[in-house]
C-alpha cells in the first residue's frame, strides 16, 4: 500500500525561477549584454546552472570559462534565492492534506545541500519532511534511481510504498526505475500538457491543485493513495 509521497523540488514544490534567471541575467550583466526575458530561461530551469549558462551566455561546460561563470552564478543565486522563492498555488495545502492523514513525504531534488538546505529552512519545511535527499547526499543524481531508493530506505518504506512527484522527464524515469509509482506535473519548467504524455507517468496534474485528487481521490474515482 503507498503511503509516502516523495517530491521533485525546484519546478514541483517551488517555483524557484525568479531567483535563478535573475542570477543568469546578472552573468549577462557582467558581459554587457541586455537580459534576457524571464520565459526564455524559466523553460531551463530545472537544468540548473548548466542549462542556464548554456542559455543565458552560450557556455558549455568543456568551455574554459564556463568554471568562473558557474561560480559567479552560484554566488549571485544564493544571494537572492530566497527572495525569488516561493510554493507553487496550493502547495502548501497539499502538505497539509499528507499530514492531516498522517502520511509521511519527502523530497529527493538534484539541487546541492549547500543550496537546498536553506531553501527548506526558509520555507520551513525542513524538519516537517521525513526525508531531504539533495544531489550531492547521495553519489547518484536522477534519472537516476539511487537517490530516491536512499530516500525512501532512510525512512524505512519500500520502493512500492512511495509515489514520486516531478516536472521533469529524468524524474519520472528515476521514479519508475526505482519501482515506485510516478505523477508528472506540466506546471513546472521542462514539461508542457503535450511533453508531459511523453513520460508516461502514472498521473498528470496539470495544476498543484489537482494533486491532491490524484493521491487521495475525489467524488469521481479513487485516487492513488486509497485505490
Partial sequence: MIDTVLFDLDGTLVDSAPGLALA???????????????????????????????????L?????????????????????????????????????????RKLQWGIVTNKSEALSHPLLDYLNISKRSSVNVCGDTTPYIKPHPGGLLYAAEKIGKIPSQCVYIGDDERDIIAGKEAGMLTIAVSYGYSLDRDSVLACQADAIAHHPAEIASLLFGDADSKGIIHA
Fill in 24 to 58: 543568469a541575467n546578472l552573468q549577462r550583466k557582467k558581459c554587457q549584454l541586455p537580459p534576457l526575458a524571464f520565459d526564455v530561461l524559466r523553460v531551463v530551469a530545472s537544468q540548473g546552472t548548466r542549462g542556464l549558462l548554456k542559455v543565458a551566455l552560450e
Fill in 60 to 100: 558549455d561546460q568543456e568551455d574554459l570559462v564556463y568554471p568562473y561563470f558557474r561560480d559567479r552564478f552560484l554566488e549571485d543565486y544564493r544571494d537572492c534565492m530566497l527572495d525569488n522563492s516561493s510554493f507553487f498555488p496550493r502547495i502548501s495545502e497539499l502538505l497539509d492534506a499528507i499530514e492531516a
